[in-house]
């Protein structure tokens, strides 16, 4: 079962793993399905892409094994669900799918679900071995990302086309679903993507016009980006070849937030192809910035335990491995803070838009 | 300088803060400032509005008490923060403008501030002082809420207008600051709005076209509604006279967000009047729906001692003391479960578009 290609038609992929388990009843064997397994012990930083994949490791969830019964019969009722799904056209949100599956047993007091833990993981095993995404089974997340700049966005299925300069404060919403059937890209006149961790820095840069001096995207998922918002960094970056910025925090949680938009995260590796940039570059903010912009030494913050242990963890990640990227975590244990990019206002409220920003990406001074 | 007048000039009502400060120096007394008490010991419910309001007791912080001057001086700053920016003609967020005022003071290893929690408090106290909003004093907090239907907004100072019928997915984005002067109604042809907790739900009545079907306005607040959503509810039924329609989980958090976009809070109780609506009805979830709406038991939730807890505090409040509330409340604690809006999935996805709420609606089957 576990498909080594992408599946063109992921309802024709939900019907042959129902097919094939009928195939094995008729056969009277022992129901198994191979799913593979999503862990630390079965990924690998692929070096000629620059992405996290997954390795080719399977396990097996057969019926007649009482430790998998429960667990095979949710995994085919994640499957008839959103087989259902995209019969009836319709989309959902995986909150709603596990409340629709949820029921009792006719004849036994069990249900067939007790909490959504229970099926979540279940969709990404799906996913996973119909090398498909969540989003092709019709399921979608919460909506997150803001996005403003010259560019026309139309989603065919709302009828709606819609310039991105023209949508006010709040900017276009990036929707959770953002493959090319329901999002389209139309006159581009941007020249870069610069993605933004959070939405008052958004805001700051969009009030000030910035996508509009220096023509670009100016992008946000809002702290860690959602699935929707790290497709769309990823197809802004494949299919209008536009460089990608990102700024974040100068600490260990906005490095991290980099590194999944860049090659994507373990626990996803199964579709870092499809939610991974690995030309996206760091444009900061950077413990290393400080001395360069004058940056006062009180807006810094103190690092604690966790923070100091995480940077070892990012220092041993195969991926953080570069030159510059040890200076900077080095250099960020050295000094023994970090900062925040709101620390950018304590010279001046626009700093960030008319001198931090500009100068970095005048000087190229990225992190790789 | 507590006003019980609305001030019309933000900044005029800081400079006149500073001007009573300078004024009490010079005549070389000891600087104090009067500010409301904002706790349930200052708060009642009034009768003739049906808002939470904020009663007459005042606090006085003076400067030459030390228990009171590193407060003392943070207020000023604070004061003195937002006039800049509106002087400036700039806004921004509120941890943004603690970044922007904490420093090291000159000649003594002290810092204005340490923590944002330091600073947000004095935020709602120059509020309540001044009898202002923060969206006034130029302070945003992060985006949140989603529009969707039959009516422009007009945006003046990003010269946008938009048709929300027309922005995809996603909807339109609620900004943050929701004044008369940032956002504007045009061509409104809804007949009501429906306020619904999730997004999940929003979406799924965005995804069946529900707003066009039942011509008005979906929104919601992803959870407990910021600030700028409450508004555009307040404004949107004081402005346009439409009715108001709230569907919210059947547990004490889905209740308690519906009291609040009806009658406002108890920590912002000074902003009830732009805040509050209490022409709101309550539409849904109850748990009376289960047995008229033959919902499926197993998609019921337990009730936990927290819960039960907070149900006896609702009970409490004299703003639920009603009849059809009480009858609620005690059902949920007799019957010993709560539920969800997604567990009305569990009878077909389109339940809550094509049963749940027509009939809701039809039936003016609301709790007041």
């Known amino acids: 079962m576990v498909s080594k290609e992408r599946i063109k038609d992921p309802k024709e992929g939900l019907e042959n793993f129902g097919k094939d388990i009928v195939k094995q009843l008729e056969k009277i064997q022992n129901p198994d399905m191979s799913l593979p397994v999503r862990n630390l012990s079965n990924i690998y930083f692929d070096d000629k892409s620059k992405l996290i994949m997954l390795g080719d490791k399977v396990s097996h969830r057969t019926y007649l094994n009482v430790a998998h019964t429960r667990k095979f019969m949710q995994t085919v009722m994640v499957a008839s669900g959103c087989k259902k799904l995209i019969q009836q056209g319709v989309t959902t949100s995986i909150r709603d799918l596990f409340y629709n599956m949820k029921h009792t047993i006719p004849k036994y007091n069990e249900e067939t679900f007790e909490t959504q833990e229970e099926s979540d993981p279940l969709i990404e095993d799906i996913e996973a071995s119909l090398n498909t995404l969540r989003e092709n089974l019709h ?19 709302f009828d709606t086309e819609n310039d991105c300069t023209k949508m006010g404060a709040s900017g276009y919403g990036i929707p959770s679903i953002c493959e090319p059937e329901t ?50 960094i990823n ?134």
Chains 1, 2 share one sequence.
Request: aromatic share 10%.
């Open 139 to 157: 399921l979608h997340a919460e909506q997150k990302g803001s996005l403003v700049g010259p560019i026309t966005i139309r989603e065919p299925s």
């Open 183 to 232: 999002v389209q890209f139309r006159d581009c006149k941007a020249e870069f993507v610069l993605i933004v961790e959070k939405d008052a820095i958004w805001q700051r840069l969009n009030e000030d016009r910035f996508w509009k001096k220096h023509n670009c995207l100016v992008m946000t998922g809002k702290g860690q980006p959602d699935r929707g918002t790290r497709r769309m």
């Open 235 to 368: 197809r802004l970056h494949n299919e209008l070849k536009l460089p990608i910025y990102v700024c974040a925090d100068a600490d260990v949680w906005g490095f991290y937030i980099y590194s999944v938009i860049k090659q994507g995260s373990i626990n996803l590796s199964f579709v870092s192809d499809r939610l991974g940039t690995p030309q996206a570059k760091y444009l900061g903010l950077t413990t290393q910035d400080v001395a360069k912009f004058s940056i006062p030494k009180n807006v810094t913050i103190k690092l604690n335990e966790g923070d100091k242990k995480r940077a070892q963890e990012l220092l041993n990640y195969v991926w953080f491995k570069k030159k510059d990227w040890e200076n900077e975590i080095k250099h960020m244990l050295q000094v023994g803070y970090k900062l925040e990019l709101e620390a950018l206002s304590s010279k001046d409220i626009r700093f960030i838009t008319e001198k931090y920003l500009p100068q970095k990406i005048k000087e190229e001074d990225f992190l790789p």
